[in-house]
Every structure is written in structure tokens, then in C-alpha cells.
């Protein structure tokens, strides 16, 4: 017995050596009918013995069971998105931020976008034991099982690989590969898929691993989590990652300037057809990793990255009529509703016309040709108009002057490209839009309603702001019903509410009272207040009752917490009737205050506001703010006089330095800081 597990070993190691050498040193050594038939030996030895069955096996690869539900994990650090630009002027003041803020040109790397699915895999003593997917960006869906069928992903690395490794890239389809299967599901009666990114993702979350093994997915690595203290570049890490077994695009660069940056774009927006796989961009970083640690995040990307995405595919259809939405904050955005026309594998009936400003610069008028792009790739909006196909008759669009809900005047705030309806307290839209948000998903998740729900409940009187909900009983709901108009289709359906939907609905009110304090924040709509900024001041100031009583300074100081987000939440916070209804949410039980943190390691920096600067030996930066936290000190984004401490490691930003020295503040090193929380 001894001998079949010795020898499913042996199998297991040389079938993994081979996918090594095809899939990343694209060198095999053995045929593809050599290597299938020790396959398929490994796979019989394994049915057999399954105990001796190594996790990761080369069988893998060909599926088997179903996974009925995905667990949903956190991720080790957040998977930020990217701001995105579409012009070079753009890309040249990200460039004079950047040297502005260091005092220095700096080189980049630039690396192809690719169109796919983002993934995040962990290793662990180069065993390949956990994948998740992006999700909301701070947990994500595992979906290990699934992506151990890539073959091209190994499922254990080659080298000097460290013990723990976390690594992100991009699911994705070659487009050959992408219209075989296509044709295949055709010549079998099944429906094609509509663009190579929408099957990579619809894929890998797919609960049948037999299925997703049949679908031809690969896979680049394009990010090393945690390497501040390992790697000088990004580039570099990289390379190192790849020597690893791990897929890594051949086509990156450094660039000693911004206009290198740009040649590099022109180069692949022109070449970009030529490769076997979809891009819709490049992406620019600030190549070593010292000075990224130093630019540091905005709540919702880092400042030392950016994407520059292609001009998208774009299609010419005809402009029937214009309408205008309301949104829940009273921004009235023009609708184009087109002839239907197919971009990017979708029917797209309506576009965005954005606002006034953009409608003028159009000259965009009923009748006329128009042409149609996905913003994104995924927003259709209109681009240009064909002025030699506009009909003789067709009259320039005035703007509308009123809300088309309530009739209110709108107004235009200065400084801002959209219309507002004033009318927040009496424009239907507007409150329902509210509503409708404060029970979504990613805030308070009440999945037993939605619009067609809140729709119902406000045409009967039973809700005007979020407050309202729960006061709602199962009495006063059975029986309600409501006609709705689908706005794309224009379909009428009947939404009512029976014992069961009447009980559901309840049920979710009522359970929706444990959801944590971060999320009850974010739910109450404050503009610009998104999940990462409601987190972040839910981190900060832990109560409702402080962020209420927090001034402008201190709302500031709050770690990537600007003055626009600031004055918005002081002016949210100021007004009478959203103070109440916050009262009444915290009547009703709604959780107003961040769940206690483990218990902290000492008080020694308890009170003190923390600023972090510059590159560590002996630990990450996010593992120094995770210190100072658990040591009662409070992690601020900006230098002031209210700042206590400034801990500085190397490379520390000279403005920063310079503010420091000016201001007073005391600059603690490295070793000065583990001293004073000994």
C-alpha cells in the first residue's frame, strides 16, 4: 500500500511540474496525450485511495461536486478600485500631485487593464489555500473550490516562496476561447454568452465545479499584498512572483516620466487588438513601494495609482425623446431613450445625457443620429452627435426649469454641474429614492423589500422618511397593493402584499435593528458618505451621540476624512428633522454605536491623534495604525496643531516634515515609538 501512495506522490509532483512548464514557462516537455494519461491514472489511484489525495492535486482541474453556497470572508486588506481618467491632462496633474507631494519626479510602472474578474488567492507555506472574490471590497466571496480548475493558477509554488503570501489579479477568457465554447453552446441548443468578461465572472461563481472546469478560464497576478518590507519595486515584486509559478503578463514597463507613461498608452490603444484577451486600459503606479507607503489612500483608492481606460466601443442609434430622473438627493439627471441598438453584447434603449452643461456641448436634438459608448464599459452614454444626418426641423433642447415630479424650480448650487429639486421633503423621488436606499444591500439589507415595495408603502401613506418603516405593523400593511411602471420596458405590474410577503416584510424590519453601527450611518444617505467613509468615522468616533457633537476640525482630522466630506456630514447632522428622525431609528433599537473593540494592549497613547509617515523595518504601515489603535491612540490623515505625534519612517514626505517642525509637533522614529508603548 505503500507503494500506490509513493506513487500517487510521484504522479501528483511531476503532473504539477508539467502544468508549471506549459502554463507559465511555456516550455512542456511532455505531449498533451502523455500528460492526460498520467491523468487519468492519478485520477483512478485517487478514487481508490481519496485519503492519500493530495488538496491541491493536478485533478482538481477537471472538477467535480457542487458547492451550494459560497462562505463570505474578509478580506486581509481591503481591495480598493482605482480612479479612473480618460485624458492625458489627467494623467499629467496625477503626476504634478505626485511630485508635489514628495518634493520629486519618481518613476512608474505600467501594466496592461485587463478586462476580467478580480481575485484574491492566499498561500500558505506555498500551498495554495484560499481564493475570494472582490465583493464589497472589504469581504468577498470563497471561492477557492472553483478556482483551483484554472490551470494556469498552481495550486503550489515553485522556489523561495515565503511561508504566507497574498496575491491579486484578474479571472478572465481569450477570446478564441471564449467564441469556441460559444459555438459549442450554440451546436447545443444553449444560449450564447454575451462578452468574455461577463462569462469569467458568471463562472467562477458558478455552484457546479463540473461545469467550471469546462470553461476555458486564465488568470494574470498583478498586486503582492503585504510587501513594504520584502520587495523595492513593484515591478521587481513582480518578477519575483512570477519565478514563483504565478501567471504574470509579459507586457509591463517602467517609466521614467509621465510622457513615457503616454507612449505606453498610445502603443497598446493601438496594438490592444492584437492580443488574445480583452484590456480597456493601462494602469499607472509609483513604482516603489517606499514612496507608495509614503502617498498613502483616499478612502476609496490609492493616491499613487491610476487607470487610464481606452475610448470604449461605441454605436450609432437615433435619439427618440428626452426625460429626466429625480435621484433620492434631488439631482435631476437627463435620460436619452434611444432606438434599440447592440454595444458591448447588450440592447441599450437609454443613455445618460448628465446634465445641462453636457446637453449644450452636445447641441443634441430629438431625431438625431447619435452615437453611444459604455462609460465604464458598463453606463451607456451619448458622445457625439452626427450633425449631417439631423433632420431639417430638428430645434435645440432647453433644459427643463422645473422638477417633472413636483413641479418645484429647480436650482443649480454654485461651484456644481447638476440641476436640484429643493422640494426634499414633498418630491416623491425623492423620498422614495431615500428609502429605497437606506434598505439596500449594502446598508441596512432589508431583502424582503424593495422599489416595488416602497413604492406600494408610500402611495398608501405610510412612509416618509426611514423612521416610518418601523412603525409599520403586519396589520397595517396585509392586503396593500400598488400598479408600478417598469421604466425601461414600460411594463405595469401589480405589487400587493399577502399573509406571507406582509409577514416577510415585517420580519426583515425587524431584524435589520441588529445591523452594525457603520452600516446604519451609511444608510442614512449623507452625500458623500459611502460603506468606507461610514467605517471610518464609525471607527473613530464609536457613538452617534460624538459624531453629531464633532466640529469641523475634528471631523477633518479623521484619517482620509476631507472638507467636502466634512461639511457634508456637519450639515446633514445640523438639520432638525434629520436629528429627529435619528432619535426615533434609535427608539426603535437601531445599533448607534460601534461594537466594542478587543480590549486594548495599554492606554499609553490613549487620546493622542497619530499621524503616519514614511517607510518601517519592523512592521507595515497598516500594521503600525492597527497598533496604535490597540494602544488607545486615534490615527488622523493630516498634520495640525491638534496632532500630537508624527511617526516618521523613511523617506518621510519633506512637506509633511517641514509642517511637523512648523507646528511643533513632536516627530517620533521608529524605536522612539515601540519605546513608548513598551
Not at 455 to 480: C, F, M, Q, R, S
Not at 600 to 626: C, H, M, P, T, W
Amino acid at each position: 500500500m505503500k507503494d500506490i501512495q509513493a506513487h500517487m506522490a510521484q504522479l501528483t509532483r511531476e503532473l504539477k511540474e508539467h502544468n508549471y512548464r506549459y502554463y507559465v514557462l511555456a516550455d512542456p516537455t511532455i505531449s498533451d496525450r502523455e500528460f492526460d494519461a498520467r491523468l487519468k491514472e492519478l485520477e483512478a489511484l485517487e478514487a481508490q485511495h481519496p485519503e492519500w489525495k493530495d488538496p491541491n492535486s493536478p485533478t482538481s482541474v477537471v472538477g467535480g461536486g457542487i458547492t451550494k453556497s459560497f462562505q463570505t470572508l474578509k478580506h486581509s486588506v481591503p481591495m480598493l478600485s482605482l480612479s479612473n481618467t480618460y485624458s492625458k491632462d489627467e494623467l499629467i496633474d496625477f503626476d504634478n500631485r505626485i511630485q508635489k507631494t514628495l518634493g520629486h519626479p519618481v518613476t512608474y510602472s505600467c501594466e496592461l487593464k485587463f478586462d476580467g474578474f478580480a481575485i484574491s488567492l492566499t498561500y500558505t507555506d506555498g500551498e495554495l489555500i484560499q481564493a475570494l472574490t472582490r465583493g464589497d471590497g472589504v469581504q468577498g466571496d470563497d471561492v477557492t473550490t472553483n478556482v483551483r480548475t484554472i490551470r494556469s493558477i498552481p495550486g503550489k509554488l515553485h522556489g523561495d516562496f515565503p511561508a504566507s503570501l497574498e496575491v491579486r489579479g484578474e479571472i478572465f477568457m481569450h477570446r478564441k476561447a471564449f467564441e469556441k465554447m460559444n459555438a459549442e453552446r450554440i451546436a447545443a441548443g444553449e444560449k450564447p454568452f454575451a462578452n468574455p468578461r461577463n462569462s469569467a465572472a458568471g463562472t467562477i461563481k458558478m455552484q457546479e465545479q463540473d461545469e467550471v472546469a469546462k470553461r476555458p478560464l486564465d488568470a494574470f497576478i498583478y498586486h503582492v499584498v503585504g510587501h513594504e518590507r520584502d520587495y523595492t519595486t513593484h515591478l521587481g515584486s513582480l518578477a519575483k512572483v512570477k519565478s514563483w509559478g504565478l501567471p504574470v503578463n509579459e507586457h509591463s514597463v517602467e517609466a521614467a516620466s509621465i510622457n513615457e507613461v503616454w507612449d505606453f498608452i498610445l502603443e497598446w490603444d493601438k496594438r490592444r487588438k492584437t492580443l488574445s484577451f480583452d484590456i480597456d486600459g493601462v494602469v499607472v503606479k509609483v513604482n516603489e513601494y517606499n514612496l507608495q507607503g509614503e502617498l498613502g489612500f483616499t478612502a476609496k483608492a490609492p493616491r499613487w495609482a491610476i487607470a487610464y481606460k481606452f475610448e470604449t466601443e461605441r454605436a450609432a442609434t437615433r435619439l427618440n425623446s428626452i426625460s429626466y430622473q429625480v435621484g433620492r438627493t434631488g439631482a435631476i439627471t437627463p435620460v436619452a431613450n434611444l432606438e434599440p441598438v447592440l454595444l458591448l453584447g447588450t440592447t441599450v434603449k437609454r443613455a445618460s445625457l448628465h446634465n445641462a452643461d453636457i446637453m449644450r456641448q452636445l447641441d443634441v436634438r430629438i431625431g438625431d443620429e447619435v452615437y453611444v459608448e459604455k462609460g465604464g464599459e458598463i453606463i451607456p452614454k451619448i458622445v457625439g452627435v452626427n450633425e449631417d444626418a439631423r433632420p431639417d426641423l430638428a430645434a435645440p433642447v432647453d433644459f427643463i426649469h422645473s422638477c417633472p415630479e413636483c413641479g418645484t424650480p429647480l436650482i443649480r448650487k454654485e461651484g456644481e454641474a447638476a440641476h436640484y429639486c429643493p422640494n426634499e421633503l414633498g418630491c416623491p423621488p425623492q423620498i422614495k429614492g431615500r428609502v429605497e436606499h437606506f434598505i439596500s444591500r449594502k446598508a441596512m439589507d432589508i431583502n424582503s423589500m424593495g422599489e416595488g415595495t416602497i413604492a406600494v408603502l408610500y402611495a398608501h401613506g405610510l412612509i416618509e422618511n426611514a423612521a416610518d418603516l418601523y412603525d409599520l405593523t403586519y396589520e397595517k400593511i396585509l392586503g396593500l397593493s400598488n400598479e408600478t411602471e417598469n421604466p425601461e420596458t414600460g411594463e405595469i405590474r401589480t405589487v400587493s402584499f399577502r399573509e406571507k410577503s406582509a409577514q416577510s416584510i415585517i420580519d426583515g424590519i425587524q431584524q435589520s435593528k441588529s445591523v452594525p453601527f457603520a452600516r446604519v450611518l451609511y444608510a442614512l444617505g449623507i452625500r458623500y458618505v459611502g460603506e468606507t467613509v461610514a467605517r471610518k468615522l464609525a471607527d473613530h468616533f464609536h457613538t452617534m451621540d460624538a459624531l453629531i457633537s464633532a466640529d469641523m476640525e475634528t471631523l477633518i482630522n479623521v484619517d482620509e476624512i476631507g472638507e467636502k466630506i466634512a461639511e457634508s456630514v456637519r450639515s446633514y447632522l445640523s438639520e432638525e428633522r434629520n436629528l429627529d428622525m435619528i432619535q426615533r431609528l434609535r427608539n426603535h433599537g437601531l445599533q448607534m454605536e460601534a461594537e466594542a473593540k478587543a480590549d486594548l494592549l495599554s492606554s499609553s497613547l490613549e487620546g493622542k491623534k497619530i499621524v503616519v509617515s514614511g517607510v518601517f523595518q519592523s512592521f507595515s504601515r497598516n500594521e503600525l495604525k492597527a497598533l496604535i489603535e490597540q494602544h488607545g491612540g486615534s490615527n488622523v490623515g493630516s498634520i495640525s496643531a491638534k496632532t500630537d505625534y508624527v511617526v516618521a519612517g523613511e523617506n518621510m514626505g519633506p512637506a509633511k516634515l517641514e509642517k511637523a517642525t512648523k507646528l511643533g509637533v513632536t516627530i517620533l522614529s521608529e524605536d522612539d515609538f515601540k519605546n513608548l508603548i513598551a
